[in-house]
């Protein structure tokens, strides 16, 4: 292990190389002073060019931070990222067909990196079967150029079973980052907001022969880093790079208690949106959603309007009855909405993003909330790809999969909705331009039949109206106050959903001013009387 500057470690980068990063949106674990270093040596001279980029979470702050430092044509030739929304100077490249796109799992390209590092065949997992990821149906191609690149997985028969093989990865570069390390090159995530996936990242390249660089803000003497708080080893460890002023998210500072440390500055506190109750019609659907929630069971929360259940359920005094995880290895404690989703404060224990992905693909997860872009009469769901733009599934795929429920949440339509929420009912004030109960979605992130023929608990949550997935296809069974079932709901959806016989209203309860968090109400007001 060498101590070398942010330009001498970009220096080393070649043409053509393979870089896998770590790191996830609001800057965790984001190493932006090597990246910003790669970014300023290509500006400058043209290199390094054509690289691979390997990413399982979004990085970045939408700007210019993160995946964007190497959104610039001829900086990378492909991009195998897990979410992209962090990042629309890469999506522009995508859709422009400037770079191979592929999109695949968090959790696939988390554990690929492990599989792959540990000599084995690549990733043999049921995770993506059946949906875009499945190579009979595109394998992560998102867009013309990956698709005549010819496929990075291809399905194995083993036992009589279908699986699907993710092929070996295997990176010339890893880019890392931890709090500090020692003088043997010991990493530290000690002071960060979280692991994630850091050292199968490290492990990977350094097994398949290529080098890792490590971003650290500090360097201190062995005897005072403790050897259980070490996440990468030093042999792991090619070259070190000192940033003083790395701060632990883009909101900037640490804050110890995102670390899951006994203190919190009361400056950095206030920074953090933390658990503000969601507003409109988010707030109905959290209000909702929290219903479906028992008492004892492990509950994963997903990004967008699911990060507002936790509000919900803290201000009906729910929130410590049940297991909450996030995807970037985060359990219990005050989770952060908005951009810094993946981070809690004062959490109960960070585990590797890789360890929470092996709870998810097994089946550790009671019961999940997930967003939804669109919906089919199959049952489908399509979050991986909204209007023009790449986005990527994030852990999506990996938890709907793995969870023995799922409750989809998302507004009935987007695009200028408008909705007035008081008194026990709902009022569509403008109606959304963009339908998302559709006649088929755009690409199946979550396959609806396969749910269905393991019997799946499945639902779908919206402002005006709450469906399951039946045996006989999509069905509508609750419905708001206040709401015309033909002109809100049947006209405005592109297939005919089955009606259910039992039709109820959705609990008043949902339906209280903005900033409200009533006592939850498990009986709904009763049967719907057209």
């Known amino acids: 292990m060498i101590e070398v500057s ?26 932006d002073a090597i990246f910003a270093a790669i970014e300023e040596r290509f500006l400058t001279t043209g290199h390094p060019r054509d690289l691979v980029l390997i990413h399982a979470l979004g990085v970045g702050d939408g700007k210019v931070r993160g995946v964007n430092r190497f959104a610039h044509p001829g900086m990378v030739r492909r991009v195998i990222g897990g ?27 988390s554990l690929l990196m492990r599989e792959t590092g540990a000599n084995r065949p690549g990733l043999i997992t049921r995770v993506g079967l059946n949906t875009t990821y499945d190579p009979r149906f595109g ?3 998102a867009n013309d150029a990956a698709r005549q690149a010819g496929p990075i997985s291809e399905i194995v028969t083993l036992g009589g079973e279908d699986y699907i093989r993710y092929l070996p990865i295997r990176p010339d570069i890893a880019i ?31 097994n398949s022969g290529g080098r890792v660089l490590a971003q650290v803000r500090e360097k201190r003497c062995g005897r005072d880093c403790l050897a259980r708080l070490v996440q990468i080893p030093g042999v792991l460890i090619d070259q070190i ?42 707030a109905v659907i959290a209000r909702r959603a929290a219903i479906e929630i028992c008492a004892g069971q492990s509950v994963n929360f997903g990004f967008g309007i699911p990060g507002g259940i936790a509000a919900v359920l803290a201000g009906q005094a729910r929130l410590k009855d049940i297991w909450l995880t996030v995807e970037q290895g985060i359990h219990n404690g005050q989770l952060i909405d908005g951009a810094l989703f993946g981070a809690a404060a004062f959490p109960s224990a960070i585990m590797r993003s890789t360890d929470q992905f092996d709870f998810y693909s097994g089946g550790g997860v009671d019961m999940a909330f997930l967003g939804a872009g669109e919906v089919d009469a199959d049952g489908n769901v399509n979050v991986s790809r909204l209007g023009e733009d790449v986005v990527g599934p994030g852990g999506f795929v990996d938890i709907s999969q793995g969870a023995k429920a799922v409750v989809f ?43 269905r023929k393991r019997a799946k608990s499945i639902t779908y949550v919206t402002e005006r109206a709450v469906f399951k997935l039946t045996q006989v296809g999509v069905t ?27 039709l109820k209203f959705m609990d008043a309860d949902c339906f209280v001013g903005d900033g409200a968090a009533p006592e939850p109400r498990l009986q709904k007001t009763g049967a719907y009387h057209a």
Not at 418 to 435: F, H, K, M, Q, Y
Request: aromatic residues 6%.
């Open 476 to 502: 509508l069974v609750e419905i708001a106050p206040g709401i015309d079932l033909q002109r809100h709901i049947l006209d405005r959806m592109a297939f005919q959903p089955v009606i259910s016989p039992d």
């Open 176 to 206: 890392v980052r931890g709090t500090y390390c020692d003088e043997q090159g010991n990493v530290s995530c000690a002071e960060e907001a979280g692991d994630l996936d850091a050292n199968v990242v490290a492990l990977n390249a350094r």
């Open 6 to 31: 942010a330009n001498e470690a970009a220096g080393t980068i070649r043409d053509g190389d393979v870089v896998a990063i770590t790191g996830n949106g609001g800057g965790m674990l984001e190493a």
């Open 409 to 451: 949440c998302g507004a009935f339509e987007t695009g200028g909705l408008d909705v007035r929420v008081g008194n026990g009912s709902l009022t569509i004030a403008t109606e959304g331009r963009i339908p998302k109960f559709v006649k088929r979605v755009r690409e199946v992130t979550f396959c609806g039949p396969a749910a």
């Open 241 to 282: 790079i000192l940033a003083p002023d790395q701060p632990q998210t883009h909101a900037g500072g640490y804050e110890p208690s995102l670390a899951g440390l006994p203190h919190s500055s009361k400056v950095m506190a206030a920074k953090f949106d933390g658990l503000a109750h969601p507003t409109g019609a988010r």
């Open 139 to 141: 394998g992560g191609a």
């Open 83 to 109: 979410h992209w929304s962090w990042s629309p100077r890469m999506q522009a490249l995508a859709r422009e067909n400037q770079i191979e796109a592929f999109t695949l799992p968090s959790g696939v390209i």
